[in-house]
C-alpha cells in the first residue's frame, strides 16, 4: 500500500505476552522499519503489575538486556523527567516488569541506534501523564510507544462487546477509557491526549476482517471459554490514514528477559 509520508510518532501496543499478542504488535512495529534510522530515543510507557506506584517512576538503570543484546537507557532524558514531581526513581518497578521488557525485542528488530526511557505508571491522571510527556512529541528523533491490553478476565462474548466498544473509543479519540476496558488505561488516554494537541489521526486496521481474524486467534489460543486479553495495534501518524493495512512479523528467541542491569 501507499505509506504516508509522515511516519508515526504513538504506537499503542500490547503487553500480553508473545503467545497471545506478538503478531498484532508486530504489525504496529512493522511500521518503522521504514524509519529504522529516524529514531534515537524511545519512550516506553507501561501500567505497573507488580510494584504500588503514586506517579511514574524511572530507572537509576543503564541498560536493559534481552537475548539480543544490551540497550542502553538515555539517563539524561530520565534527569530532565525528575524535574517534575510526577516522576521519582524507583527501581523495583522495573526489576519484573513485562509491560516494558515484551517491547524490547521488537525494537531491537526493527530500530538501528538508538535508546530507551522506561516508564512504569501506577496511580496517575492521565492528563498529568500527558503533560508530563509533551515535551517528547517535539523530539523529531522520539517515538512513543504506549504499553496497554484490552480487557481482562471476562468470558469471550462479553470481552468481544468491551473490547469493540474500546477500539471505537480510540478510533474516535475519545480519552475515556477506563480501567475495565484496559490494562493501560491511563496510558491510553494519555496517548489519545497527546495525539489530539498534535492533531495526530490513529489507525487500526482500516479492514475489519482482519481486525476479527486476530481476535479469533488470540481466542484460539486457550480451550476454554475465558478469553486470553485481546489487542490490536494503534499507530499514530500526522496525517491522514493509510487505506490499507500491513502485517509485519518479528522473530524471537525463546530465552528468557534477564531484565535491567
Known amino acids: ?17 508473545y503467545k497471545y499478542s506478538a503478531q498484532v ?12 534510522d529516524s529514531f534515537s530515543n524511545v519512550v516506553i510507557v507501561g501500567p505497573a503489575h507488580y510494584v504500588s506506584i503514586n506517579g511514574v517512576a524511572v530507572p537509576r538503570y543503564d541498560y ?19 524535574n517534575n514531581n ?7 518497578a522495573f526489576a519484573k516488569e513485562h509491560s516494558i521488557e515484551v517491547q524490547l525485542p521488537f525494537l531491537q528488530k526493527v530500530l538501528h541506534k538508538f535508546k530507551i526511557i522506561p516508564l512504569v505508571y501506577g496511580n496517575v491522571e492521565p492528563k498529568k501523564l500527558a503533560e508530563g510527556l509533551r515535551d517528547f512529541l ?4 522520539t517515538l512513543l510507544v504506549f504499553s496497554a491490553d484490552l480487557s481482562h478476565y471476562f468470558k469471550a462474548d462479553k470481552a468481544e ?19 475495565e476496558m484496559s490494562c493501560g488505561a491511563e496510558g491510553i488516554n494519555a496517548a489519545l491526549l497527546l495525539a489530539k494537541e498534535m492533531q495526530m489521526k490513529g489507525y487500526t486496521y482500516q479492514d475489519e476482517t482482519k481486525r476479527h481474524q486476530l481476535i479469533s486467534e488470540q481466542l484460539n489460543c486457550k480451550k476454554d471459554t475465558i478469553k486470553p486479553t485481546l489487542t ?12 490499507k ?17
Open 1 to 17: 500500500y501507499e505509506r504516508n509520508v509522515r511516519k508515526s510518532k504513538i504506537l499503542i501496543v500490547p503487553h500480553a505476552g
Open 25 to 36: 504488535a508486530a504489525s504496529a512495529y512493522g511500521e518503522l522499519l521504514k524509519y529504522a
Open 64 to 82: 536493559f538486556k534481552t537475548p539480543l543484546g544490551k540497550i542502553a537507557v538515555n539517563q539524561d532524558k530520565v534527569k530532565d523527567l525528575l
Open 86 to 92: 510526577l516522576f521519582s526513581y524507583n527501581d523495583n
Open 138 to 141: 517535539y523530539d523529531e528523533d
Open 161 to 179: 462487546k468491551i473490547d469493540a466498544h474500546t477500539a471505537r473509543m480510540i478510533d474516535l479519540g475519545n480519552a475515556g477509557l477506563d480501567k
Open 232 to 243: 490490536f495495534p494503534i499507530p499514530f501518524i500526522a496525517n491522514n490514514p493509510p487505506t
Open 245 to 261: 493495512a500491513k502485517r509485519a512479523y518479528c522473530i524471537f528467541p525463546k530465552a528468557p528477559f534477564t531484565g535491567p542491569i
